[in-house]
């Protein structure tokens, strides 16, 4: 006899890990189980029943089976994860850089939806938000923490944090008085 797989997904954003949704066989049949794969686990894996993120973006058809018994038919469904990362924050020094006193670094978000901000932290102070770019004055060692948050869908969702640490340093001058040697 045939059967049919049904699987109850929905949207799930900004979770690193979870539960594979709920697939239902029709007609049902006692003890049997139902197994899932996914064809890109650089994307998405599963792990004892979770769905794990991975670090790559792009697609994963993830497909939950039953392999069937005498009386009926092994069948399958699936559904596709299309993971997109959300833009980390870039700053136009390398971390532990000596910066001119007084000058600024830069935090941007390259190609920044209009939907996400950036948020900052200059020395472990409150936190700051902008939607556009951020420039932080170097007066002092600097240390900055910043990430960005989006809203999908209503949902807030947090990049990974990146922290910097920059080092102010003057500019020396040299004078040189008198004639030219000749």
Request: charged share 15%; with cysteine; hydrophobic share 35%.
């Amino acid at each position: 006899q045939n059967q049919t797989i049904t699987i109850n997904s929905s949207n799930y954003i900004g979770e690193n890990e979870f539960p594979c949704p709920t697939a239902t066989l029709t007609p049902a049949v006692d003890g049997a189980a139902i197994t899932y794969a996914s064809d890109n686990e650089n994307v998405a894996a599963i792990v004892e029943g979770y769905i794990m993120l991975g670090d790559a973006e792009g697609k994963a058809i993830i497909t939950a089976s039953y392999d069937g018994n005498e009386n009926y038919a092994a069948s399958s469904a699936s559904f596709t994860i299309d993971l997109q990362k959300l833009p980390a924050p870039t700053f136009s020094e390398e971390d532990g850089a000596y910066v001119e006193k007084g000058s600024f670094v830069n935090i941007y978000v390259p190609s920044t939806p209009a939907f996400c901000k950036i948020v900052y932290a200059i020395n472990d102070g409150d936190l700051i938000e902008s939607s556009g770019m951020v420039s932080i004055p170097i007066n002092a060692t600097t240390k900055v923490d910043a990430f960005t948050v989006c809203t999908i869908d209503g949902v807030q969702v947090t990049s990974k944090g990146v922290t910097k640490t920059y080092y102010a340093k003057e500019l020396s001058s040299i004078a040189i008085s008198g004639a030219p040697a000749t």
